[in-house]
């Protein structure tokens, strides 16, 4: 059995965090990978693991994990059966956990009881006795209510405009969010690498592509149709998706795995979560 369920989280959450998750895998070995996205804090309820970064490094993942945002596909191995309860953190999450500047964290994991403090680690062990899902969740929730700092005005602005800018444009242009935010090309940059984890541009390719990939998942449509002008052509097309998803479109299609297709099931949640939320 291998199955994902989602909570979505209480309205006065929703700003900063996406939805939270349990997945749970009852195999001996879980081998795959997951796309690129947003930070997320992770507890291993059952099961031992590793992620596997772009850059060769094995990382073995702590029992209550703060994965940082990731650039690309991240594979990851698991001696089973699993069981994790998990959170996206969305970049203004990011700053109330005072979490420090994204970029230093992006394509690595940390221990939560290290970096935040033994609350973590005692979340962990609460999670475990609990068998209602529902309850779970909700003395998550309670939880995260717990560690949040107050965020300034300027860091609400300028995530506003950042997801709007990322989640509307079809091929987000620099020059758009300069002239949404009024700052400078190197301020824009420090601020997206502090609450994002890279900068502008870099941004903009991994939701342009993964945008594409939900689309590639859900309709039988050319790749042209797709993509529109945001390519060069279709080799250009077809590396941006395996960068940032670890499937070709084909792959995507026919031969996604079942982490990436339930994943991308986020998407449908009729709740309330954060519009960037659905595309990564």
């Known amino acids: 059995m291998v199955a ?13 965090f996406g939805a939270m998750y349990l997945f749970t895998a009852d195999r001996p070995n879980v081998s795959d990978h997951t796309r690129a996205d947003f930070a997320q804090i992770r507890f291993m309820l059952t099961g031992v693991g590793s992620y596997h970064f772009s850059d060769g490094r094995t990382v073995a993942t702590p029992e209550a994990c703060l994965l940082g945002p990731t650039s690309m596909a991240t594979h990851f ?50 999670l475990r006795t609990i068998e209602d899902p529902g309850k779970g969740a909700d003395a998550f929730w309670t939880f995260m209510r717990t560690q949040l700092h107050p965020v300034s005005e300027s860091e609400r602005r300028f995530v506003a405009e950042t997801d709007r800018w990322l989640a509307d444009e079809q091929s987000p242009r620099v020059e758009a969010l300069q002239e949404a935010t009024g700052l400078s090309a190197r301020q824009l940059a420090r601020w997206c690498n502090r ?13 342009r592509a993964l945008r594409c990939a ?38 995507l299609r026919e031969r996604a795995s079942i982490v990436i297709r339930l994943s991308m099931d986020r998407a449908d949640l009729k709740d309330e979560i954060a519009k960037l939320s659905r595309i990564s």
Do not use: C, N
């Not at 699993?82 to 500047?101: E, S």
């Not at 970029?103 to 221990?111: K, L």
């Not at 080799?235 to 792959?251: A, C, M, Q, V, Y």
């Open 77 to 126: 191995d698991v001696a089973g059966p699993m069981q994790v309860v998990g959170v996206t953190v969305l970049p203004l999450g990011w700053a109330a956990l005072r979490a420090g500047d994204a970029d230093s964290a992006a394509d690595d994991a940390f221990d939560l009881s290290v970096r935040f403090g033994p609350a973590w680690r005692d979340l962990l062990l609460l």
């Open 195 to 207: 609450l994002y984890g890279a900068p502008p541009k870099y941004l903009a390719r991994k939701y």
């Open 214 to 251: 939900q689309v590639l998942a859900r309709e039988e449509l050319d790749w042209s149709e797709v993509s529109g002008d945001a390519f060069y052509d279709q080799s250009h097309f077809i590396r941006e998706i395996k960068h940032f998803t670890g499937l070709t479109p084909t792959e």
């Open 4 to 16: 994902l369920s989602y909570f979505v989280p209480p309205a006065e959450l929703a700003e900063y």
